[in-house]
């Protein structure tokens, strides 16, 4: 048993922009998304399949920062207009879609993914979207299709040079453009790594900076930073770490898929 998890508006926002402009694109959408998932069921040999949608309104996250996914482009019109009957066509081909009003669909695919993972049940989460990382162990995968990319725990370490355990902390102090997470300023990517590889965490990271600059670690300017934007980076691994403990009424046994029920 093995449950694909979709990203719904990560696939489908992709697809549509794809043929956006051609006449039939909602048409076209909706069978390639199919095709896709399908696809993606025979590649990763999957028994299982939901379809996780994004709930309506705002989240926790953004209650916590107002300027959270702060300038994201709005879905377009044509396409926000008939997601319910494209989710329709997607029922009847087999693909169970959920939502949990008040939730992302980010929290609400790993809470799923976690609850298989805490059965023994394999998972892999069908999305672009790098936050999934963090789940990655050797019940949870990241399956990326555009890129025919397939991430597990070897995976995650290729990519980023860490292990999937501290990558929220080192979001925290790099930021993250997508979701105009602030991070910590003049932190990048190689700094915010050499610290991990240092100290293992970003709470050492905070009260031991002075160790930082004195092993040569980081530079005075970048204990500086550390100084005065820790509140920032304690914020910005809040609202990266995603949420395992959403109420997510699904039965697994009616997940099981079968094209064209």
Known sequence: MKLLIVDAMNLV???????ENTPTALEATTSRCIATIHNNMEWLECSHLVMVYESEGDTWRHRM?????????PMPDHLNQHLTEMQ?????NGIHCIKVDGWEADDVCATL????????????ILSTDKGFSQLVNQHIAI????DRQFLDEDGVMQRFGLPPAKLVDFWAMTGD?????????GLGPKSASAILDAVGSLDRALIGTGQLLEDGV???????KLNAHWQD????????RLSTDVPVAVNLKELRYEPGR
């Open 143 to 146: 399956a990326n299709h555009f």
């Open 65 to 73: 920062w107002a300027d959270y996914k702060l300038g994201r482009s």
């Open 88 to 92: 329709q066509a997607f029922e009847r």
């Open 177 to 185: 453009s997508t979701n105009h997470l602030p991070g910590v300023p």
């Open 113 to 124: 993914a976690v609850k298989c993972a805490g059965r023994g049940i394999g998972s892999v």
């Open 218 to 224: 980081i530079k005075p300017a970048q204990a500086e």
């Open 233 to 240: 980076a304690l914020l910005t691994r809040e609202l990266a």
């Open 13 to 19: 926002r992709r697809v549509y922009a794809a043929v």
